[in-house]
Structures are given as C-alpha cells and as structure tokens.
C-alpha cells in the first residue's frame, strides 16, 4: 500500500530552507479535499464579455445624465458666486459710507466683475475686488434695465447689455436701478446645452439682492417673481 506524508506549511526557515512538520500516513487516510489538486477560481470568457456589455450600458445611460447635472452645478455655482459679489458689493457701501459699483466687464457675458468706488478717496479705492474674466467656461451672464426688462419667462441673450452695473449708495439701496440707468436683472446660463435649467439674479431698487429659479413651482419660495 502506498504511504504519503502530511504535512503543515513552514513553521519556521533554517540552513536549508523551511522546516516542516510531517506524518507518514496512508494514502486512503488522507482527505478527499487534500488528496485532488485544487482548482483556482476564475471567471470564463464569456462572463467577462457579458460583464462589460452590462458595463456598457450602464455608462451610455447615466453619462448624459451625470453630463447635464455638472452643467447645472456649473450654472449654480456662477449664480451664487455673482450673488456673493452683489451682496458684498452692498456691504462695502454701507461700511465705507460712499458710493460702490459692481461692473460686469466682458461685452460677450463671460464670468468677471470690478467692484470699485464711484468717488475715488484715500479710504475708497477705484478697485476694492475684482474677478478676472473666465473664458475657461461656458457659464455665460446677460443683463437687463427696468426700462427693457423682459418677462422672466424670456431668457436674455448672453452678453446683452454688457458691460453694465449696478451702484450701491452709502444706505445700500440702488437708486439708478429705479430710473432705468442701472441693471435690475441679470441671467446666468449655459452657452452651450439649452437643457441646463437657467437663474436668474434680481435687483430691487432698495438694494435688495436675490437669486431665483423662473422654472421652479409657483409654490415654491425660489421661484422668480
């Protein structure tokens, strides 16, 4: 009868090479699962190729969907960095007690503002805080008056009325906004994809600055007025 030796795995390395600890024992005595050589796990051909055709339509469903959504946070995130400059724009008038302007620079609508004094002094400066002009996206701002504002329903053409501003006196209200000579209304949208839902930034003649969505419920608190 052929005998075979059981053995643990090294326990421990000397001169020539790793110990181990054996049994003689009888061939039939070993178990079933040690005796056969174990076969490796794996994935055929054919299940691979069915995995990346499922991988495949995964991908050409959700990526013009994941494509849109970063086109919105895009258009969301230049709406609020704009409203973050109005607002501090506001607060620089009120806290220097003098006339401050937020201009929109580009002519084509392109992200970029100065805000500055109206009447340059010592503790007034022309430029308080700038944006440089980004032409690295395709978020694009149009501009309207009081006296050619359209219904928000109608978006404003990129880069209308540009460059224009709007200033805030010394009480943070916007008295040209009223007469027609400064912008009341100020749109943020995408040039390139007309499914990217478009916002709109208002401004009230008292200074009052607000960032609303003409798309949303009429129920709902950011719907445009």
Do not use: Y
Not at 100 to 108: A, E, F, G, I, S
Not at 114 to 126: E, K, N
Not at 202 to 218: E, F, H, K, N, S
């Amino acid at each position: 009868m052929l005998n075979a030796a059981l053995c643990l795995p090294p326990v421990a390395w000397g001169p020539r090479g790793p110990r181990r600890r054996c049994w003689p024992v009888a061939a039939q005595n070993i178990p079933a699962h040690l005796a056969r050589p174990q076969r490796l796990a794996g994935v055929t051909l054919i299940e691979l190729m069915i995995a990346l055709a499922v991988a495949a339509i995964v991908l050409s469903v959700g990526a013009p969907a994941a494509g849109q959504w970063l086109r919105d946070v895009e258009v969301r995130s230049s709406a609020s960095a704009l409203l973050a400059a109005l607002q501090s724009a506001r607060a620089e008038a009120i806290v220097r007690n003098a006339p401050v302007r937020l201009q929109l620079t580009d002519k084509l609508g392109r992200p970029g503002w100065d805000i500055g004094c109206v009447q340059v002094s010592a503790r007034c400066p022309a430029t308080i805080r700038r944006q440089p002009v980004s032409t690295s996206t395709d978020v694009r701002w149009g501009a309207a008056s009081s006296a050619n504002v359209p219904a928000v329903s109608a978006a404003i053409t990129a880069g209308l009325g540009l460059p224009a501003g709007v200033t805030f006196d010394a009480l943070g209200a916007a008295p040209a906004v009223g007469a027609g000579a400064d912008i009341t209304r100020i749109d943020i949208a995408h040039a390139r994809a007309d499914d990217v839902r478009r916002l709109v930034i208002q401004i009230a003649v008292q200074g009052m600055v607000r960032l609303c969505d003409p798309l949303a419920a009429t129920d709902r608190p950011e719907r445009c007025q």
